[in-house]
């Protein structure tokens, strides 16, 4: 069983950056892919970015070369490093743990965090 609990949300101008965390509690945190995903409203939920179990990544075209998701396993925490905010980046964006980072890339998820609201202002 793994819990989530994001963190770091706001209300941003576009072009800052802003750091969300998620804390992991569970002894099988470390053998989780742990991913992000975000859902803007009237939206699907979509991915965004993805960090195995061994520290490769995966992104979304959308995001790829201004978010960067890593993790802290001493920590149990994964964080979204997101720069240059666009108005569009606007959504809830859920903490998910999974297999690996292509089932998370499918959204076949197996645990989801409660979701943190990022807002980005033109």
């Known amino acids: 069983q793994v819990q989530l609990v994001e963190s770091g949300g706001g209300l941003v101008q576009a072009g800052v950056s802003l750091r969300l965390s998620c804390a992991a509690s569970g002894r099988s945190f470390r053998n989780y892919a742990m991913g992000w995903f975000r859902q803007a409203p009237g939206k699907e939920r979509e991915f965004v970015a993805a960090v195995s179990a061994g520290g490769s990544t995966s992104y979304a075209r959308s995001v790829e070369g201004r978010f960067t998701a890593s993790r ?4 149990n925490t ?3 490093q997101m720069n240059n905010l666009k108005p ?3 959504a809830v964006y859920y903490c998910a743990a999974g297999a690996t980072r292509t089932t998370l890339i499918n959204l076949r998820v ?3 965090g409660q979701g943190t609201q ?3 202002s033109s």
Do not use: F, P, R, S
């Open 110 to 112: 197996d645990y989801w």
């Open 78 to 80: 994964v964080y979204l």
């Open 118 to 120: 990022v807002t980005v």
């Open 72 to 75: 802290d396993y001493a920590e």
């Open 88 to 90: 569009e980046d606007t």
